[in-house]
């Protein structure tokens, strides 16, 4: 060791003086803060300045010792200077140096190296997203030389670790690159399987006492009657409509009511009616119904009665299903149609009814 004495001298013409506050080396738990640590990296580097080496190493020694009584977060800025100058020391004796390097930058990322070595002051460490991902220990703030932990870090050369709970502190030196036990959070207590007693499984799930439904309905519709014919106008006995729909839906415990308005092309001839005595004719049909009824699981019944314009007017009874819980379904519709002169013709719809629930209440 004597001989690295003279390398070490031959770095003071590099380095600043500084005064050397007394300091008592003692290794039980005594308070050590700022001032104590200060005064310890203050003797290293007289150490460092008098190439006094074993004097380095045993303030090393002694640091370390200490860390764990450490009541405070360590000061970053001397716990840098002190890490930077014993990779000046490693260098001088011949032993790795760089990780030391590291350490000192990532406890303070503004350290100046004004001074040391050429090799020490111009090394630049790799950088990366960090081994270790910070833990999460319930009810403590944690503290990597000095600074809060950030989400990633690395543990490269000698580090101090701390862990604050209020006014409490636990501190650990840490150099072989591991977390310490102390930071590793304890996996959570194991739970004894809970007891599950399933409940009574209803018969059937209630619909709400409430609900608004859109109604749009589009399909066919039958009738069978007299033909009519008079100059160019023509209706055909079988007459096929194309009824498409659009209305609310009341749904109110098992009972339904229904509005319905819609339009209805004649797919095969026209509508014949009598306006002052003059035959008059339209492809396309209208009207307005109302229905309603009751329903039972995913079926309805019910009644219907409505106006065909522009010469009918129908009752019919109702009954459908729904196919699909967007409320898709399927309705047909039976009765007959009564005209303007007390025909009565037999009438029959077949419907793609989609009734989405808008608004309910239980």
């Excluded at 039958?222 to 160019?232: M, R, T, W």
């Excluded at 209706?235 to 409509?241: G, I, K, N, S, V």
């Excluded at 039972?296 to 009752?315: D, K, Y």
């Amino acid at each position: 060791m004597k001989g690295v004495a003279h390398p070490l001298r031959a770095l003071l013409p590099l380095m600043f003086a500084l005064s050397t506050p007394a300091w008592a080396q003692d290794a039980s738990c005594e308070p050590f803060g700022v001032t104590e640590f200060e005064g310890v990296v203050s003797d290293a580097h007289d150490a460092l300045l008098s190439g006094d080496v074993d004097r380095h190493h045993a303030l090393l020694s002694t640091l370390r010792g200490r860390v764990r009584c450490l009541g405070t977060a360590v000061p970053g800025t001397e716990w840098a200077r002190f890490l930077y100058e014993l990779a000046m020391v490693r260098y001088a004796d011949g032993q790795p140096w760089q990780d030391v390097v590291t350490a000192a930058l990532s406890a303070d990322l503004s350290f100046a190296r004004t001074y040391g070595p050429p090799d020490v002051r111009n090394y630049a460490p790799s950088t990366g997203a960090g081994a270790f991902e910070r833990p999460l220990i319930e009810g403590a703030t944690l503290w990597l030389d000095g600074r809060p932990v950030p989400d990633r870090f690395d543990l490269v050369g000698p580090h101090i670790l701390q862990i604050q709970r209020g006014a409490v502190w636990s501190s650990t030196w840490v150099d072989d690159g591991n977390l310490p036990p102390s930071w590793i959070p304890a996996p959570p207590p194991v739970q004894p399987p809970a007891v599950v007693i399933d409940p009574p499984t209803p018969a059937a799930v209630a619909d709400p006492s409430l609900a608004l439904r859109l109604v749009v309905g589009a399909g066919l519709s039958l009738a069978q009657g007299a033909s009519i014919s008079g100059g160019e106008t023509f209706e055909p006995a079988t007459r096929l409509w194309l009824p498409i729909e659009l209305g609310v839906q009341l749904d109110a415990g098992h009972g339904w009511f229904r509005a319905l308005g819609d339009v209805m092309p004649l797919l095969d001839g026209q509508h014949v009616y009598m306006v002052d005595g003059q035959l008059r004719s339209s492809k396309v049909g209208g009207g307005a119904s109302v229905s309603g009824g009751g329903r039972f699981g995913i079926g309805h019944v019910g009644a219907l009665v409505g106006a065909r314009l522009p010469s009918r007017v129908v009752a019919q009874v109702v009954g459908g299903v729904q196919v699909h819980r967007s409320g898709l379904g399927l309705e047909l519709r039976a009765g007959v149609d009564v005209t303007t002169v007390a025909a009565v013709e037999p009438a029959f719809d077949l419907l793609l009814v989609f009734a989405p629930r808008v608004w309910s209440k239980p």
